[in-house]
């Protein structure tokens, strides 16, 4: 018995030792990928902009697609329209009209998803549903918000004050380095203008119709990803599942379990030919969908063609193989083995090049790096004139290599359209606890040279408005430049009148994996069961598909 107990030990300290390590530091790395899940009306996004993305007129703006892939350093904004972000763990974002998010720090360490947001402008309502160890937070005018809990709050950020709503649960607020706990039902106000009694706490008021909009929209997105993960084992990754019911169906396939494909499509359909072509600079060449579902297909999984075409194949969540073939962007393993999730795929299909041609085959879930592509066999789909061709079945004699990317001259522009910098939008919180936007025969004006509104008629307020200035002048307009490892950039405004951005928070590395007889009695055939047991968890990890190798890497450390 103590020698087969002794054999066992050495098996799982030898699978461990293997397993990919992070650099020094710990697994801290910048490589998630959120998604911007619904556009209503004027929706856009800047990739790079310098310090306030309100701000920086030099600061290149887009029109935001459906299904946006969004990074860090990125910033949306709407104007006459609405927006929604979901998060890789069920969190999602509301933007109301008129409203700027800068998305400062999306991170992982060990394992945790760490956000970090900015709302320069206008209203948004924040769904939390963090996992182990994630932390987020909203950085508005006058406060931060933490939420580390499931919860559900409103942040109003106005240019004399600030309000914060919690309608589930409970957050912190942070303000002039006090915290200050708020439970679901009440308010956090800050009125710049109220020098004696500048914070109020009270009810939460009446629903207005974008709250009512937000919970409509969390309802069906819970109700639709519950019906998806009857097929789909996916703990660690949520987004995009909600879709796959509402505009599609899983069908049992003999070797690949449950596969999915939308409605309407026949045989002849390509799965690849209505999007966008887009180039990030940290991601490379990637594909948009038009599709309302076309973000997991996207970016996750892999492609089978059966007897009814196409079908997308949910390799990496659950399922036996691979996580999929490929430049893979993010997750793998981390510390200790454990894993962290699926890789995101700019597109989830190889490159291919013939003499001067170049096409694209689906991703097929026993694809190898280097390795001729399985789907190879159902064709290639050439690109000409930064779209995609009908399918072309290679000739014996044709000769087809994988490249990492197509070259420059195969997709030589991006069909994005430019757009306009946002604009600053007048707005009160002195009507109340949601926001009003300022007439032009409004009495609150605002002055662009101290950056805050200001009433014209009533000597009090101009009184109080000259007595807040000299007392918190240096706080309220002070701009901190914090530079936290690895940001995309350094520089951004990290303060909004008395609002500091909140550190970015020390996960502890998980525990080294520990063995015992009992816990190693079913290793030995596939190496499921050690990462499972290096995760402490029993469930997420299916048959023989978390290996030790070939799944992007230690700590997802970028684009490969």
């Known amino acids: 018995m103590k020698r087969l107990s002794l054999t066992f030990l050495c098996m799982g300290l030898a699978a461990w030792l293997v397993m990919p390590r992070p650099a020094d530091g710990g697994d801290v790395s910048h490589a998630r990928i959120v998604r911007l899940s619904l556009v209503q009306g004027d929706v856009r996004f800047a990739r790079e902009f310098h310090k306030d993305a309100l701000e920086d007129s030099r600061a290149t703006w887009e029109v935001a697609p459906l299904n946006l892939p969004i990074r860090q350093g990125y910033a949306v904004a709407t104007d006459n329209g609405r927006a929604e972000v979901e998060f890789e763990n069920g969190a999602m974002a509301f933007l109301s009209a008129n409203t700027v998010l800068e998305f400062y720090d999306l991170s992982l360490d060990e394992g945790a998803h760490i956000t970090r ?17 994630d932390y987020f937070s909203v950085t508005g005018g006058d406060f931060s918000v933490e939420a580390n809990g499931r919860s559900r709050f409103r942040l109003d950020n106005f240019d004399d004050g600030s309000n914060l709503s919690v ?23 800050v009125d710049i203008y109220n020098a004696s009694a500048p914070v109020t706490v009270a009810r939460v008021g009446d629903d207005d119709d974008f709250d009512k909009w937000v919970s409509g929209r969390i309802d069906a997105v819970a109700t639709a990803t519950a019906y998806s993960s009857q097929y789909v084992n996916s703990s660690d990754y949520t987004s995009g599942f909600a879709d796959l019911y509402n505009y599609g169906a899983f069908y049992n396939v003999p070797g690949y379990g449950f596969c999915w494909q939308p409605f309407g499509v026949g045989i002849g359909w390509n799965p690849f030919a ?3 072509w887009y180039n990030d600079a940290s991601l490379g060449w990637g594909f948009i969908s038009f599709a309302p579902w076309g973000w997991l297909p996207y970016h996750y999984g892999s492609w089978i063609f059966g007897p009814m075409g196409w079908m997308w194949a949910p390799t990496g969540f659950g399922f036996a ?3 999929g073939y490929g430049p893979g962007y993010g997750y793998g393993y981390g510390s200790g083995g454990v ?3 699926p890789i995101y795929h700019p597109i989830t299909a190889v490159w291919v090049h013939s003499g001067g041609n170049v096409g694209l085959v689906p991703l097929n879930p026993a694809d190898k790096p280097g390795k001729a592509p399985v789907n190879l066999a159902q064709g290639v789909y050439m690109i000409r004139d930064n779209a995609l061709m009908a399918t072309t079945t290679p000739a014996s004699s044709e000769k087809w290599s994988v490249i990492k990317d197509p070259p420059r001259s195969a997709l030589a522009t991006t069909t994005l359209a430019a757009s306009t910098q946002p604009t600053r939008v007048s707005r009160t919180i002195l009507a109340g606890t949601r926001p009003v936007t300022l007439s032009r025969d409004s009495t609150i004006v605002y002055d662009p040279a101290q950056h805050r509104f200001v009433n014209n008629t009533t000597a009090r307020v101009n009184e109080v408005e000259s007595k807040v200035a000299s007392e918190n002048a240096a706080e309220r307009d002070a701009v901190t430049n914090e530079k936290i490892n690895g940001a995309h950039n350094s520089n951004v405004a990290t303060t909004m009148r008395g609002a500091n951005l ?3 928070p020390h996960i ?32 997420g990890h299916s048959s023989s598909g ?15």
Request: no cysteine.
């Open 117 to 133: 947001l900015i709302l320069r402008q206008g209203s948004g309502i924040f769904y939390v549903h963090p996992g182990q160890n």
């Open 167 to 189: 309608e589930q649960g409970q957050v912190n607020v942070l303000r002039n380095k006090t915290t200050k706990a708020l439970v679901k039902g009440q308010t956090y106000s």
């Open 274 to 276: 209505f999007g966008n």
């Open 321 to 323: 193989g691979g996580y």
């Open 339 to 341: 894993y962290h999730g």
């Open 502 to 504: 909140p550190a970015r």
């Open 508 to 539: 502890s590395p998980p525990a080294p994996p520990s063995y015992s007889h009992a816990s190693n009695a079913g290793m030995g055939g596939s190496g499921a069961a050690t990462a499972e047991t290096m995760s402490g968890s029993s469930s």
């Open 546 to 560: 978390a290996s030790s190798g070939g799944h992007g890497g230690g700590g997802g450390g970028g684009h490969h």
